[in-house]
């Protein structure tokens, strides 16, 4: 019997504990999961006992296992660190990264040209849905930018993209440019919502005790780009970060409505994630500089 385990499968150990579950574990590392499975059991028996605690939906690491974990993950981070320091030419060149379509169209995508003018040797994979991503259950992503909450997962980084003006916005032929409106006033005007946005209209007015007014006309959209487009073509006002709006408050085609009592608000709405062990892929964090450069311009 050898006196030293296999480094294969101490890596899928590794894996398999981080992640909690065979499955991700083998998608990581481009393996099945029976192939992982058999691996950690082969390691189990060098030991001559079991590593975790097995549950019908995940993992659980015993006490032998947690105490294998705790040496063998930083010393796993320190090779992945090193090689990346080392050998930057062998990771691929492609940069794929995750986010929501409204924030990929109105304020990401007129952007990227700067980011390429600044590093041409990277290409980028942009993918968008409305559906929050797991970075663990899709190694093809590097980074995902999240909308609203972010996903808290071991082994994943996030950051936010800092505080974001949430106000009511509006086309100036509306009601006029830059008209503080009366509680009374907002029974006449349509409130636009946006499905996907963490803060409604109501939750707006409870914020700051103020009564509901009567909300009659709300159309509904489920992207923060669509209801920013209602409202600047006049539809009505639209409950938005500012963040989405931009280049339409810059050309003139929005405008921000005060509401008699009310306060805009700065939230948290963007997350960056990506893994603990890409902290230090030179195409990650030039992303992440680049794009937290960018969030610090706007603030």
Known sequence: MSTKPSLVALRAFEAAARHGNFSIAAAELHQTP???????????????FPLFNRHSRYLELNDQGRRLFEVIK??????????????????????????????????LGPRLPDFFSKYPQFSLNLSSSATPVDLHK???LDMAIAYSAAMRNPGILIQS????????????????????????????VPLIESQLNPLSWRDYFIQHD???PNMIHRPSFDRGALAIAAAVDGLGLALESVRFAQQE???????????EGCEPLMREIHFLCYRHTQRNSPKVVAFHDWLVDQCRVDS
């Open 249 to 259: 408050l810059a050309d003139g085609r929005l405008v921000r409505y005060g509401i």
């Open 74 to 107: 930083p010393a796993f981070d320190s090779i992945d660190q090193i090689c990346t320091v080392l050998r930057p030419v062998a990771e691929t060149e492609k940069l794929s990264v995750h986010c929501s379509p409204s924030f990929a169209s109105k304020w």
């Open 34 to 48: 029976s192939a992982v499975s058999h691996q950690i059991k082969s390691l189990e028996n060098f030991f001559g």
């Open 138 to 140: 899709h190694p093809e």
């Open 161 to 188: 993209l800092g505080l974001e003006e949430c106000c009511a916005l509006g086309a100036p032929s509306l009601l006029g440019p830059e008209r503080m409106l009366e509680s009374h006033e907002l029974a006449t």
């Open 210 to 212: 103020q009564p509901l």
